[in-house]
Protein backbone atom coordinates (compact mmCIF):
# COMPACT_ATOMS: atom_id res chain seq x y z
CA UNK A 1 0.00 0.00 0.00
CA UNK A 2 1.57 3.13 -0.43
CA UNK A 3 -0.07 6.85 -1.10
CA UNK A 4 -3.37 5.38 -1.47
CA UNK A 5 -2.69 2.87 -4.07
CA UNK A 6 -1.98 -1.57 -3.75
CA UNK A 7 1.47 -1.25 -5.99
CA UNK A 8 4.08 -3.69 -6.34
CA UNK A 9 6.62 -4.49 -3.65
CA UNK A 10 10.29 -3.18 -4.00
CA UNK A 11 10.91 -6.64 -2.17
CA UNK A 12 11.09 -9.33 -4.93
CA UNK A 13 12.08 -12.49 -5.61
CA UNK A 14 14.01 -11.74 -8.33
CA UNK A 15 16.49 -9.97 -6.04
CA UNK A 16 17.79 -13.28 -4.66
CA UNK A 17 18.11 -14.98 -8.36
CA UNK A 18 20.36 -11.68 -8.71
CA UNK A 19 22.65 -12.32 -5.98
CA UNK A 20 22.95 -16.35 -6.37
CA UNK A 21 23.67 -15.96 -9.84
CA UNK A 22 26.42 -13.72 -9.14
CA UNK A 23 27.79 -15.85 -6.37
CA UNK A 24 27.42 -19.12 -8.35
CA UNK A 25 29.10 -16.96 -11.25
CA UNK A 26 31.90 -15.53 -9.40
CA UNK A 27 32.75 -18.71 -7.20
CA UNK A 28 32.65 -17.02 -4.05
CA UNK A 29 33.01 -19.53 -1.60
CA UNK A 30 30.71 -22.89 -1.08
CA UNK A 31 26.52 -22.03 -1.95
CA UNK A 32 25.01 -24.57 0.34
CA UNK A 33 21.04 -25.13 1.24
CA UNK A 34 20.51 -24.17 4.75
CA UNK A 35 18.86 -27.06 7.52
CA UNK A 36 15.39 -26.97 8.81
CA UNK A 37 15.47 -25.92 11.90
CA UNK A 38 13.06 -26.65 14.52
CA UNK A 39 10.27 -23.67 15.30
CA UNK A 40 11.61 -23.59 18.90
CA UNK A 41 14.52 -21.54 18.20
CA UNK A 42 12.59 -18.43 17.04
CA UNK A 43 11.49 -18.45 21.04
CA UNK A 44 15.01 -17.25 21.45
CA UNK A 45 13.60 -13.70 19.82
CA UNK A 46 10.29 -13.84 18.83
CA UNK A 47 7.26 -14.19 21.53
CA UNK A 48 4.99 -17.00 21.01
CA UNK A 49 1.71 -15.80 20.30
CA UNK A 50 3.40 -13.64 17.64
CA UNK A 51 4.49 -16.94 16.15
CA UNK A 52 1.23 -18.63 16.48
CA UNK A 53 -0.17 -15.65 14.38
CA UNK A 54 2.31 -15.58 11.89
CA UNK A 55 2.14 -19.52 11.34
CA UNK A 56 -1.87 -19.31 11.02
CA UNK A 57 -2.08 -15.94 9.68
CA UNK A 58 -2.81 -17.01 5.80
CA UNK A 59 -5.37 -19.77 6.47
CA UNK A 60 -6.90 -17.55 9.15
CA UNK A 61 -7.29 -14.75 6.27
CA UNK A 62 -8.71 -17.17 3.54
CA UNK A 63 -11.04 -19.08 6.05
CA UNK A 64 -12.86 -15.06 6.35
CA UNK A 65 -13.89 -15.25 2.28
CA UNK A 66 -12.31 -17.99 0.22
CA UNK A 67 -12.02 -14.75 -2.24
CA UNK A 68 -9.39 -13.90 -0.28
CA UNK A 69 -6.69 -16.67 -1.67
CA UNK A 70 -6.38 -14.20 -4.53
CA UNK A 71 -5.55 -10.92 -2.42
CA UNK A 72 -2.94 -10.52 0.06
CA UNK A 73 -3.53 -9.16 3.54
CA UNK A 74 -2.67 -5.98 4.72
CA UNK A 75 -3.17 -4.30 8.42
CA UNK A 76 -6.01 -1.46 8.89
CA UNK A 77 -6.12 -0.53 12.22
CA UNK A 78 -3.16 -0.53 14.91
CA UNK A 79 -2.75 -0.13 19.08
CA UNK A 80 -1.34 3.50 19.01
CA UNK A 81 -0.50 4.81 22.57
CA UNK A 82 -3.76 4.79 24.75
CA UNK A 83 -5.07 1.74 23.02
CA UNK A 84 -3.88 -1.40 24.86
CA UNK A 85 -1.53 -3.63 23.33
CA UNK A 86 -1.63 -6.53 25.62
CA UNK A 87 -5.14 -7.75 24.67
CA UNK A 88 -4.85 -10.46 22.08
CA UNK A 89 -8.72 -9.87 20.42
CA UNK A 90 -10.31 -12.86 18.32
CA UNK A 91 -10.47 -10.55 15.12
CA UNK A 92 -8.63 -11.37 12.38
CA UNK A 93 -7.89 -7.53 11.21
CA UNK A 94 -7.27 -6.60 15.26
CA UNK A 95 -4.42 -9.15 15.33
CA UNK A 96 -2.69 -8.29 12.40
CA UNK A 97 -2.64 -4.78 12.82
CA UNK A 98 -1.29 -5.63 16.82
CA UNK A 99 1.39 -7.25 15.28
CA UNK A 100 2.57 -5.08 12.29
CA UNK A 101 3.97 -1.69 12.23
CA UNK A 102 2.94 -0.35 8.74
CA UNK A 103 0.92 -1.17 5.76
CA UNK A 104 3.67 -1.91 3.10
CA UNK A 105 4.26 -5.00 4.36
CA UNK A 106 1.86 -7.42 3.26
CA UNK A 107 0.80 -11.32 4.09
CA UNK A 108 0.66 -13.26 0.74
CA UNK A 109 -0.06 -17.22 0.64
CA UNK A 110 3.51 -18.15 1.32
CA UNK A 111 4.84 -15.65 3.60
CA UNK A 112 5.25 -17.97 6.57
CA UNK A 113 7.45 -20.45 5.00
CA UNK A 114 9.48 -17.81 2.71
CA UNK A 115 10.27 -15.85 6.37
CA UNK A 116 11.05 -19.63 7.83
CA UNK A 117 13.01 -20.67 5.02
CA UNK A 118 15.20 -17.11 5.57
CA UNK A 119 15.22 -17.89 9.23
CA UNK A 120 16.66 -20.90 8.48
CA UNK A 121 18.90 -19.32 6.46
CA UNK A 122 20.67 -17.11 9.19
CA UNK A 123 20.69 -19.85 11.42
CA UNK A 124 22.99 -22.03 9.24
CA UNK A 125 25.11 -19.42 8.38
CA UNK A 126 25.35 -19.28 12.47
CA UNK A 127 26.46 -22.94 12.58
CA UNK A 128 29.05 -22.78 10.35
CA UNK A 129 30.48 -19.99 11.59
CA UNK A 130 30.10 -21.29 14.99
CA UNK A 131 31.48 -24.61 14.04
CA UNK A 132 35.09 -22.58 12.31
CA UNK A 133 33.84 -20.94 9.32
CA UNK A 134 35.80 -17.52 9.15
CA UNK A 135 32.62 -15.98 7.84
CA UNK A 136 28.92 -16.90 5.77
CA UNK A 137 26.81 -15.39 3.59
CA UNK A 138 22.96 -15.87 4.43
CA UNK A 139 20.78 -15.17 1.16
CA UNK A 140 17.73 -14.80 3.35
CA UNK A 141 14.48 -13.04 1.75
CA UNK A 142 12.20 -11.80 2.77
CA UNK A 143 14.61 -9.34 5.27
CA UNK A 144 14.47 -9.38 9.23
CA UNK A 145 15.91 -6.22 10.26
CA UNK A 146 12.92 -4.40 11.20
CA UNK A 147 10.59 -7.24 12.64
CA UNK A 148 10.40 -6.70 16.22
CA UNK A 149 10.28 -9.83 18.47
CA UNK A 150 6.41 -9.52 18.41
CA UNK A 151 5.50 -7.49 15.09
CA UNK A 152 6.48 -7.16 11.28
CA UNK A 153 7.08 -4.24 8.97
CA UNK A 154 9.15 -2.67 6.41
CA UNK A 155 8.92 -6.05 4.32
CA UNK A 156 10.62 -8.22 7.92
CA UNK A 157 8.58 -10.91 9.55
CA UNK A 158 11.15 -13.17 11.60
CA UNK A 159 14.39 -11.40 12.76
CA UNK A 160 17.21 -13.15 10.87
CA UNK A 161 19.79 -11.35 11.74
CA UNK A 162 18.75 -11.55 15.62
CA UNK A 163 18.30 -15.01 15.24
CA UNK A 164 22.15 -15.50 14.08
CA UNK A 165 23.49 -13.47 16.55
CA UNK A 166 21.12 -15.16 19.32
CA UNK A 167 22.47 -18.75 17.70
CA UNK A 168 26.06 -17.57 17.98
CA UNK A 169 25.57 -16.70 21.60
CA UNK A 170 24.02 -20.70 21.88
CA UNK A 171 27.31 -21.57 20.72
CA UNK A 172 29.76 -20.16 22.82
CA UNK A 173 30.31 -16.72 22.00
CA UNK A 174 29.76 -14.64 24.70
CA UNK A 175 29.85 -11.38 23.02
CA UNK A 176 28.50 -10.95 19.81
CA UNK A 177 28.12 -7.21 17.82
CA UNK A 178 25.80 -6.76 15.26
CA UNK A 179 26.78 -4.22 12.76
CA UNK A 180 23.79 -2.88 10.90
CA UNK A 181 24.74 -1.80 7.27
CA UNK A 182 21.44 -1.32 5.51
CA UNK A 183 20.06 2.55 4.35
CA UNK A 184 16.88 1.81 7.05
CA UNK A 185 17.64 1.61 10.92
CA UNK A 186 17.42 -1.61 12.11
CA UNK A 187 14.89 -1.14 14.75
CA UNK A 188 13.51 -4.44 15.17
CA UNK A 189 16.59 -5.86 15.79
CA UNK A 190 18.06 -2.54 18.26
CA UNK A 191 14.35 -3.37 20.07
CA UNK A 192 14.92 -7.34 20.68
CA UNK A 193 18.52 -6.54 22.28
CA UNK A 194 17.74 -3.60 23.69
CA UNK A 195 18.45 -4.42 27.45
CA UNK A 196 20.84 -6.70 26.99
CA UNK A 197 24.52 -6.48 27.45
CA UNK A 198 25.66 -9.50 25.72
CA UNK A 199 24.84 -8.19 22.15
CA UNK A 200 25.99 -4.71 21.18
CA UNK A 201 23.88 -3.09 18.28
CA UNK A 202 25.02 -0.36 16.10
CA UNK A 203 23.56 0.71 13.03
CA UNK A 204 24.75 3.26 10.21
CA UNK A 205 21.45 4.50 8.00
CA UNK A 206 19.31 7.37 7.08
CA UNK A 207 18.37 9.61 9.37
CA UNK A 208 15.04 8.67 10.79
CA UNK A 209 13.89 11.99 10.85
CA UNK A 210 13.25 11.94 7.28
CA UNK A 211 13.74 8.14 6.42
CA UNK A 212 11.63 4.80 7.18
CA UNK A 213 11.42 3.55 10.18
CA UNK A 214 10.78 7.02 11.22
CA UNK A 215 10.18 6.53 15.01
CA UNK A 216 13.74 4.94 16.20
CA UNK A 217 17.37 4.83 15.26
CA UNK A 218 18.31 7.92 16.62
CA UNK A 219 21.42 8.78 17.93
CA UNK A 220 20.48 8.97 21.77
CA UNK A 221 19.10 5.35 22.39
CA UNK A 222 22.22 3.82 24.00
CA UNK A 223 20.27 0.90 25.45
CA UNK A 224 18.87 0.83 28.72
CA UNK A 225 18.89 -1.46 32.34
CA UNK A 226 21.37 -3.94 31.26
CA UNK A 227 21.66 -2.99 28.38
CA UNK A 228 22.95 0.60 28.61
CA UNK A 229 25.74 1.45 26.65
CA UNK A 230 25.57 -1.32 24.19
CA UNK A 231 23.23 0.36 21.55
CA UNK A 232 24.81 2.99 19.36
CA UNK A 233 23.38 4.85 16.39
CA UNK A 234 24.92 6.41 13.36
CA UNK A 235 21.96 8.97 11.79
CA UNK A 236 23.37 10.29 8.72
CA UNK A 237 21.70 13.10 6.60
CA UNK A 238 20.00 11.40 3.19
CA UNK A 239 22.96 12.15 0.08
CA UNK A 240 25.73 11.40 2.11
CA UNK A 241 28.47 9.58 0.11
CA UNK A 242 31.27 7.20 0.38
CA UNK A 243 34.09 9.38 2.83
CA UNK A 244 31.74 10.57 5.67
CA UNK A 245 29.88 7.01 5.26
CA UNK A 246 33.22 5.21 6.01
CA UNK A 247 34.41 7.28 8.24
CA UNK A 248 31.20 6.31 10.16
CA UNK A 249 31.60 2.48 9.69
CA UNK A 250 35.77 2.82 11.00
CA UNK A 251 34.02 4.56 14.03
CA UNK A 252 31.60 1.48 14.43
CA UNK A 253 34.00 -1.09 13.94
CA UNK A 254 36.20 0.58 16.90
CA UNK A 255 33.04 0.62 19.22
CA UNK A 256 32.79 -3.33 18.19
CA UNK A 257 36.50 -3.51 19.47
CA UNK A 258 36.26 -1.82 22.38
CA UNK A 259 33.22 -4.28 23.46
CA UNK A 260 35.22 -6.75 23.33
CA UNK A 261 33.00 -8.73 20.40
CA UNK A 262 34.05 -12.45 19.97
CA UNK A 263 31.83 -12.80 16.87
CA UNK A 264 30.09 -10.52 14.47
CA UNK A 265 26.38 -10.53 12.56
CA UNK A 266 26.35 -7.73 9.27
CA UNK A 267 23.06 -6.47 8.59
CA UNK A 268 23.73 -6.81 4.90
CA UNK A 269 21.46 -4.08 3.45
CA UNK A 270 22.96 -3.04 0.30
CA UNK A 271 20.38 -0.31 0.06
CA UNK A 272 22.83 2.20 0.72
CA UNK A 273 23.73 2.05 -3.28
CA UNK A 274 23.91 5.35 -5.26
CA UNK A 275 21.06 3.69 -7.47
CA UNK A 276 18.65 2.41 -4.80
CA UNK A 277 14.96 3.38 -5.60
CA UNK A 278 13.92 3.77 -2.13
CA UNK A 279 17.02 5.32 -0.37
CA UNK A 280 19.74 8.26 -0.32
CA UNK A 281 23.14 7.21 -0.03
CA UNK A 282 25.69 7.65 -2.90
CA UNK A 283 28.23 4.71 -2.53
CA UNK A 284 29.58 3.22 -5.75
CA UNK A 285 29.69 -0.43 -6.68
CA UNK A 286 33.80 -0.19 -5.88
CA UNK A 287 33.19 1.43 -2.51
CA UNK A 288 31.79 -2.56 -1.23
CA UNK A 289 35.29 -3.45 -2.05
CA UNK A 290 36.10 -0.98 0.70
CA UNK A 291 33.64 -1.83 3.22
CA UNK A 292 34.59 -5.61 2.36
CA UNK A 293 38.23 -4.71 3.55
CA UNK A 294 37.40 -3.06 6.52
CA UNK A 295 35.17 -5.63 7.84
CA UNK A 296 37.41 -8.40 7.48
CA UNK A 297 40.11 -6.06 9.09
CA UNK A 298 37.71 -6.57 12.34
CA UNK A 299 39.20 -9.54 12.64
CA UNK A 300 35.89 -11.49 13.67
CA UNK A 301 33.87 -15.09 13.19
CA UNK A 302 31.37 -13.00 10.50
CA UNK A 303 27.62 -13.93 9.88
CA UNK A 304 26.43 -11.63 6.82
CA UNK A 305 22.99 -11.56 6.75
CA UNK A 306 20.84 -10.21 3.63
CA UNK A 307 18.81 -7.35 4.36
CA UNK A 308 17.36 -5.05 2.11
CA UNK A 309 18.85 -3.49 -1.42
CA UNK A 310 16.53 -2.93 -4.60
CA UNK A 311 18.98 -2.60 -7.37
CA UNK A 312 21.09 -5.64 -6.88
CA UNK A 313 21.21 -5.84 -10.90
CA UNK A 314 23.00 -3.22 -10.70
CA UNK A 315 25.48 -3.03 -7.87
CA UNK A 316 27.22 -5.26 -9.37
CA UNK A 317 30.85 -5.60 -11.49
CA UNK A 318 29.94 -6.25 -14.97
CA UNK A 319 34.01 -7.00 -15.16
CA UNK A 320 34.40 -10.48 -15.16
CA UNK A 321 37.73 -10.14 -13.49
CA UNK A 322 36.33 -9.62 -10.44
CA UNK A 323 35.68 -13.00 -9.82
CA UNK A 324 37.97 -14.54 -7.54
CA UNK A 325 40.81 -16.93 -8.99
CA UNK A 326 40.79 -20.87 -8.13
CA UNK A 327 43.49 -20.64 -5.23
CA UNK A 328 41.47 -17.63 -3.82
CA UNK A 329 38.16 -19.86 -3.62
CA UNK A 330 40.45 -22.44 -1.58
CA UNK A 331 41.31 -20.11 1.08
CA UNK A 332 38.03 -18.35 1.46
ZN1 LIG B 1 16.63 -0.91 3.83
Redesign the pocket.
Known amino acids: MFRGELVPCFEVPARVDHVLAELEKRRLGLVVVPEAFDGSVLLGVHSQRYLDFLASAWDEWVGLDVANAERDALPSVWPVRTLRSEVLPSNFAARMGLFSMDAGSPLTSGTWEAARAGADCALSAAVAVAGGERAAFALTRP ?1 G ?2 AGADFFG ?2 CFLNNAALAAQQLRTQGFERVAILDL ?3 HGNGTQAIFYERADVYFTSI ?1 GDPQTE ?1 PFYLGYADELGAGAGRDFNRNWPLPRGTGFDVWRATLQQALSDIAKFGAQALVVSL ?1 M ?1 TFVG ?1 P ?2 GFTLQTQDYLQVGEDLAKAGLPTVFVF ?4 AVADVVFSNPGMSLKAEEVENF
Do not use: K, Q, T
Not at 307 to 310: K, L, N
Open positions: PHHGYDYHHYGDDIAEGGY
